[in-house]
């Protein structure tokens, strides 16, 4: 599956956060300026932050596995961190 986001939080913040979401369930496989790769049991997942159009960053999350899949929740919990980066008053909410 890949998914795509766009927000303020800056692309290293990002990077930051996949390390810290992803890398508590998954051992890190590739590492590049604004790219992380991590793998395990649940299959594996890159992630990329680059910037966007001025203040704003992309970011892919592309995983190996199926929609619903173990490790697809996880890629769009993720995801949902960004977001409360980008607006703390955000509530997290979600079977994922």
Known sequence: MKYYSRTHVSPDAVI???AAV???RLTPADEAPRRRAFAGSLGSVTV???PEGGH???VTVVT???GESELDKLAKHFLG??????EPEHVLRGDY
Do not use: E, I
Not at 81 to 86: G, Q
């Open 48 to 50: 990329t932050a680059v």
């Open 64 to 66: 190996d596995q199926p």
């Open 81 to 86: 961190t960004v977001h409360v980066l980008a």
């Open 56 to 58: 704003y960053t992309l």
């Open 22 to 24: 992803l890398g508590a």
């Open 16 to 18: 930051a956060r996949a």
